[in-house]
Antibody, heavy 122, light 107 residues
Framework: EVQLLESGGGLVQPGGSLRLSCAAS????????LSWVRQAPGKGLEWVSI????????YYADSVKGRLTISRDNSKNTLYLQMNSLRAEDTAVYYC???????????????WGQGTLVTVSS | DIQMTQSPSTLSASVGDRVTITCRAS??????LAWYQQKPGKAPKVLIY???SLESGVPSRFSGSGSGTEFTLTISSLQPDDFATYYC?????????FGQGTKVEIK
């Protein structure tokens, strides 16, 4: 059974930093692209970033480019999101999600974690 | 970047109704479109991928169609468990984008 477990969320002041982790199990981690998707309170889903299976290809939403950094450690089956220069508008539940197909970025998201809440407020 | 526009934003329907949700892309995305269902406090769940392929375990009352820029999600006979919010997502190119969502409410 695929499991994705996010951690690292919490309350942070504007301008602060936070690192989210997503521990994965139940599939061959190093074969699949992984994504971060966020959802502000009461709002819709916003795609944030994707990283290829090897980590060699990365894309970001314009709203987070230069402030959020996605990475992965295939030896630890863990996905990360380093969040710097945080703003109030970054307040959201952050989900990690696995691509449906191995070895490609052109795939939907077939497994999601339960999400971790990041609150940016003074 | 590709923009995804869903309609309607809210839909009121009764159990047994046929429901259709539309998603339009700002440029062609071929068939690289997925539909997700989300219930309050839960993570999204994929229903349809590649525009018309039904994800394993999803009831057959859900179907998807379309290609290029126009796509639809149809629920043939709405069931109580289907009251939720539905999102389309394009994965033809990145940044990936979701539609703004369609909330299906009880009439």
């Amino acid at each position: 059974e695929v499991q994705l477990l996010e951690s690292g969320g919490g309350l942070v002041q504007p301008g602060g930093s936070l690192r989210l982790s997503c521990a994965a199990s139940g599939f061959t981690f190093s074969s699949y692209a992984l994504s971060w998707v966020r959802q502000a309170p009461g709002k819709g889903l916003e795609w944030v970033s994707i990283i290829s299976a090897s980590g060699g290809t990365i894309y970001y939403a314009d709203s987070v480019k230069g402030r959020l950094t996605i990475s992965r450690d295939n030896s630890k089956n863990t996905l990360y999101l380093q969040m710097n220069s945080l703003r109030a508008e970054d307040t959201a539940v952050y989900y990690c999600a696995k691509s449906m197909l191995a070895g490609t970025l052109r795939a939907c998201l077939d497994n999601w974690g339960q999400g971790t809440l990041v609150t940016v407020s003074s | 970047d590709i923009q995804m526009t869903q309609s309607p934003s809210t839909l009121s329907a009764s159990v047994g109704d046929r429901v259709t949700i539309t998603c339009r892309a700002s440029q062609s995305i071929s068939s690289w479109l997925a539909w997700y269902q989300q219930k309050p406090g839960k993570a999204p769940k994929v229903l349809i991928y590649k525009a018309s392929s039904l994800e394993s375990g999803v009831p057959s009352r859900f179907s998807g169609s379309g290609s290029g820029t126009e796509f639809t999600l149809t629920i043939s006979s709405l069931q109580p468990d289907d009251f939720a919010t539905y999102y389309c997502q394009q994965y033809n190119s990145y940044p990936g984008t979701f539609g703004q969502g369609t909330k299906v409410e009880i009439k």
